[in-house]
């Protein structure tokens, strides 16, 4: 871990006011790599913490700033809408995970080219599974 990664997870966690943010994106990357390397998946992605969407905020998410849950992808010559929904089912179809997110401040998914500038929002509370409980902003 560089020493920027360093300062940017300890940023995060004192803003965010508890290290389980930090930690899932650690895991996360970890996994990524191993499944970039391994050829299991084409793309490297890379999780991160950015801005979420206002309008997709509920009672549990974090500052607007703070809210977004973003999976960049690095090698994303080529890369096209159809992909970028692809990796986005692949979080949201966890409704388990969907609601841990939530939980921790999430909101927004993100999905990004980390190059080309493409970029998907989706609102958790939307992939949740809640029914009809309120989770408004």
């Avoid at 010559?77 to 921790?104: H, K, P, T, W, Y």
Wanted: aromatic share 14%; net charge neutral; charged share 20%.
């Amino acid at each position: 871990m560089s020493i920027k990664e360093f300062f940017k997870n300890l940023i995060n966690s004192l803003l965010d006011g508890s290290f389980e943010r930090v930690r899932i994106i650690n895991a996360m990357n970890q996994s990524f790599r191993e499944c970039f390397y391994s050829g299991e998946f084409n793309r490297l992605c890379r999780a991160s913490i950015s801005q979420g969407e206002q309008r997709y905020a509920h009672e549990m998410s974090a500052f607007w700033f703070r809210s977004g849950f973003k999976i960049s992808i690095e090698n994303d010559n080529g890369l096209g809408e159809s992909e970028m929904n692809e990796i986005a089912d692949n979080v949201l179809c966890n409704a388990s995970f969907v609601r841990q997110l939530m939980a921790m401040g999430f909101d927004t998914l993100v999905i990004q080219g980390n190059t080309n500038g493409r970029t998907c929002k989706f609102s958790l509370k939307q992939y949740a599974n809640l029914k009809n409980y309120y989770i408004g902003g």
